[in-house]
């Protein structure tokens, strides 16, 4: 239970006229937050471009913007798994980079169809397509079939 007046708390008087029970906003803020859930994510392939050399590095989810948004925050924060990446961000700064979402599937037709397949698939094209493998872009080299 939140209180209007959580200075007054303090006291535990039994005088409750200074306080009122904030019930509404804890239904507002649930309402917002099964709303984010609820809302369809976009599955598609993006990737992170260094606008000066043109290195990208490609990348593919369920959810492509929050891929995005969370390489945007490693990067920010100087902890981003891919060195390379990582000092290029360092020495150019947020501005020498483009976070682009450059395919997306269509939305599944019910929520319990599996996007993962069509990802893979989407993923390897884009991959053929760019070739974005070390050192002319940020992602490992593919491993050698036996």
């Known amino acids: 239970m ?32 099964r709303a984010y859930k609820d809302t369809p994510r976009t599955a598609g392939v993006g990737v992170v471009r260094h606008v000066a050399s043109g290195r990208v590095l490609l990348v593919a989810s369920a959810d492509i913007r929050s891929l995005l948004n969370r390489h945007l925050a490693q990067l ?3 902890a981003h798994r891919n060195a390379a990446l990582q000092a290029d961000w360092n020495a150019a700064g947020a501005e020498g980079f483009a976070f682009e ?15 993962a397949a069509d990802l ?17 872009g940020y992602n490992p080299p593919p491993k050698q079939k036996r």
């Open 101 to 115: 979402v450059i395919d997306t599937l269509p939305p599944p037709e019910s929520p319990d169809d599996d996007v």
């Open 76 to 78: 920010r924060l100087g």
């Open 120 to 136: 893979a698939t989407l993923e390897g094209l884009w991959l053929d397509k760019l070739k974005p493998y070390t050192p002319a």
């Open 2 to 33: 939140r209180l209007a007046n959580p200075e007054a708390a303090r006291g535990w008087s039994h005088d409750w006229a200074g306080f009122e029970y904030l019930g509404r906003v804890d239904q507002d803020r649930r309402a917002r937050i």
